[in-house]
């Protein structure tokens, strides 16, 4: 069975500092992988996913993230924070063969000035 | 503009009141799924399609109906709802193959008096 764990509901950084969102997947083989951002009051839009490609994954806004087999994580990182960015993150997994997303429970990411 | 639709986008109604949120898609995708939103447990799947006249179930099903006649169109049906199913709705749409990116909708928030 696929699942996501995601450490922290809220996380909060100041303008300019990094941003690291935490995700750990669970499956017997290597998965999809997915990051969605969902802005207040709006659905949800891809930030970036992994498909057995490369490891590293760039997306959009700046935003990038590194499939580490070993650790079973997929973490979302950005160098610099931007007001922005401020929005819930929640990171999904999918398993070979199927189009179904098991979504973490999510992190809200607060962009302090 | 590739787009998924829902409507309402607001309900509001009573308990028992037969009720259906709308889904539409036009990127001739073949897979469509409905995911509900509660605070703290991130999104969960209630049904999904994979073609015209193909539908399953998801992780929350209970109370829920879908039918799927148009390729393009894959409606919720909320038979006698109850104000468990207070929640914010979500339909996606996705090519059938492994590790498409999903399209979401806008959402739909219901409130069940």
């Known amino acids: 069975a696929q699942s996501v764990t995601q450490l922290g509901s809220h996380v909060s950084v100041s303008e300019g500092a990094l941003v690291l969102l935490r995700c750990n997947y669970s499956s017997s083989v290597p998965p999809y992988l997915f990051w969605y951002v969902q802005y207040p009051n709006q659905g949800l839009q891809l930030l970036l996913k992994y498909t057995s490609a490369a490891t590293l994954v760039k997306g959009i806004n700046g935003f990038e993230a590194e499939f580490k087999k070993s650790e079973t994580s997929f973490h979302l990182t950005k160098p610099s924070a931007h007001m922005s960015d401020a929005a819930e993150y929640f990171c999904a997994v999918s398993a070979t063969g199927a189009n179904n997303l098991f979504f973490g429970t999510g992190t809200r990411l607060t962009v302090i000035p | 503009e590739a787009q998924v639709t829902q409507n309402p986008r607001y309900l509001i109604t009573v308990t028992g009141k037969k009720l259906t949120v709308t889904c539409s898609q036009n990127m001739n995708h073949e897979y469509m799924s409905w995911y509900r939103q509660d605070p703290g447990l991130g999104l969960r799947q209630i049904y999904y399609s994979m073609n015209v006249e193909v539908t399953d179930k998801g992780d929350v099903p209970e109370g829920y109906k879908v039918s799927r006649k148009e390729k393009r169109n894959f409606p919720l049906i909320l038979e006698s709802p109850s104000p468990n199913q207070t929640s914010l709705y979500f339909c996606?749409?996705?090519?059938?193959?492994?590790?498409?990116?999903?399209?979401f909708g806008p959402g739909t928030r219901l409130l069940v008096l």
């Open positions: 996606a749409s996705s090519y059938y193959t492994s590790g498409e990116t999903q399209y």
